[in-house]
């Protein structure tokens, strides 16, 4: 009983080791990074610790038979193990994944060369005459989520009213120049590149409309630059909490992170510099595109096309703590858009409500599917020309709402 006592705990300990050993690898990996070395070694560095606790996990697993020629079965069982463990792990860590094939031009694709020196792919829309005297600009989502073509085609059509009309991706995402450090990314960068961009263009003020995570930028921008914004309309917002995580963007839905993934997200928490030289921005969009294809959500949309730009998704735009609070000073109309389905809270865009003093929110129900659609259309029409709205006063989702509460 005491042989079959100590033989259970050994297997018992062993398999604890066995499930240390993931954990280890990656403490050793992110050490190695924080001292400055290079992808390599510490990538190296970290299977090499994964590699020997893996191994002494088998020992403790398998107990050492009394023959001679057991003891060299089991050596050469283990071994073999060993092996095939630690080469699955190291092409699955060290195996870059396919790279995305770079986003075409599309049609009217011009560049913008900032004094910020960021670099910003954009189209713009006019129609014959301009008779408005503030352009629209678009600001897309994610962080790092764009869709120049659709979405120009699609915002473009506001020209019809008289507007000249603006849709950039934003520094790091789609068609836009990537920066070589990571470090660079952030909401101040993308409030100076907006802000750049108003000068740029000659316009006194601009008409904003953004989408999910745009509306972060809208906020920052009409905080800082309240009086360049005459008016502002968010599709379905998210943002004003102080931050964002950047790994969880990273996890595929319902299933196990691989050896890969792991390394990149423990790298990103302890070196974003260190991530960025080891995943780079093509690996890391790449894998950005499978994720959000695997992604549930409450209905079907349609996918981005050009979400390169993998890096900045993952950084995120983590927002003052005092946003929400800076917004009360902010005397701008804005226009909050939610519809029976999309990714972001409702208590998101109510936070926007409460927080804008000359705010109002919009219901569309079933009319609103992403955002491209003609009842979005014809709502930002009227709004942006100052025409009479029908709002949503209640404080809850309405009946029929079906994304998250």
């Not at 193990?81 to 870059?96: D, I, K, N, R, S």
């Not at 595929?252 to 792991?262: D, E, I, K, S």
Request: contains cysteine.
């Amino acid at each position: 009983m005491v042989s079959v006592a100590r033989l259970a705990g050994r297997v018992v300990a062993g398999a604890g080791v066995l499930a240390l050993s993931p954990m280890l690898g990656l403490a050793g990996l992110a050490g190695t990074a924080m001292v400055g070395a290079r992808p390599v070694v510490f990538a190296v560095a970290g299977l090499a610790v994964f590699a020997s606790v893996f191994f002494l996990g088998l020992l403790l697993c398998v107990p050492r038979p009394r023959a001679v020629w057991g003891r060299w079965v089991r050596a050469v069982a283990l071994l073999a193990v060993e092996a095939l463990v630690v080469w699955q792990a190291a092409a699955a860590t060290l195996g870059p994944p396919p790279s995305p094939v770079a986003p075409a031009k599309v049609a009217g694709q011009r560049e913008w060369r900032l004094p910020t020196g960021s670099r910003l792919a954009y189209v713009r829309t006019a129609p014959k005459r301009v008779t408005r005297a503030e352009p629209v600009v678009f600001l897309h989502g994610g962080p790092g989520v764009g869709d120049l073509e659709r979405d120009a085609a699609f915002y473009g059509r506001l020209a019809s009213v008289g507007f000249e009309v603006y849709v950039y991706d934003q520094l790091g995402a789609g068609r836009s120049a990537l920066l070589d450090d990571p470090r660079g990314y952030g909401l101040d960068r993308d409030v100076a590149d907006l802000e750049a961009v108003r000068r740029l263009i000659g316009a006194e003020r601009l008409n904003l409309v953004a989408r999910d995570h745009g509306a972060q930028l809208a906020a920052a921008y009409l905080v800082r630059h309240p009086g360049r914004v005459a008016r502002a309309a968010l599709y379905s917002p998210d943002g004003l909490t102080p931050s964002r995580p950047a790994t969880s963007a990273l996890l595929t839905p319902g299933a196990l992170p691989g050896p890969r993934t792991l390394a990149v997200a423990t790298l990103l928490q302890v070196d974003p510099v260190a991530a960025h030289a080891f995943a780079g921005d093509p690996g890391l969009s790449a894998h950005l595109a499978r994720v959000r294809g695997a992604a549930a959500a409450p209905c079907p949309s349609p996918a981005e096309e050009d979400a390169a730009g993998g890096y900045v998704a993952l950084a995120g735009r983590p927002a003052p703590a005092s946003l929400r609070t800076d917004l009360g000073a902010v005397n701008v109309p804005v226009l909050i858009v939610k519809g029976a389905c999309d990714t972001e809270s409702w208590s998101a865009a109510a936070a926007y409500r409460q927080a804008l003093p000359d705010a109002r929110l919009a219901y569309l129900g079933e009319a609103a599917g992403r955002d491209r659609n003609t009842a979005h259309l014809r709502l930002l029409k009227a709004f942006l020309i100052d025409r009479p709205l029908t709002a949503y006063e209640g404080d809850a989702p309405p009946p029929g709402y079906k994304g998250p509460a």
